[in-house]
């Protein structure tokens, strides 16, 4: 088995692309079932969540408030996984519920 970072992305600042309150309890509820399922067949080597700030820093070493200044689509969280390949690790992705608003997985092998 090879480990693979899940990079979990989507638009959090714009209002209308945001998800209701209700929508949001629903969305979690989803996570924490692909989380447990993840966990239960021992795929998870380790898991975070980060908040929507943030800074960046460029090439001209300006520091940037805010990830993506440029773009609305930033982090909202990662974990490594355990799979056999590239393929499998994308069919676990297929089933992040981050997909349902919009959002997008970045798939990386560990080296």
Do not use: C
Request: avoid cysteine; proline fraction near 4%.
């Amino acid at each position: 088995m090879d480990e693979f970072l899940l990079v979990f992305r989507r638009d959090f600042q714009n209002r209308e692309n945001q998800p209701s309150p209700e929508q949001l309890q629903e969305h979690f509820q989803k996570w924490h079932a692909w989380y447990d399922k993840m966990a239960s067949e021992d795929r998870i080597v380790l898991q975070r969540r980060w908040d929507g700030e943030g800074l960046v820093v460029n090439a001209q070493k300006t520091v940037l408030n805010g990830p993506y200044a440029e773009i609305k689509e930033a982090i909202g969280g990662a974990v490594i996984i355990r799979a056999a390949n590239y393929e499998e690790a994308a069919e676990f992705a297929k089933a992040v519920p981050i997909l349902e608003f919009g959002g997008n997985v970045e798939i990386r092998k560990a080296l």
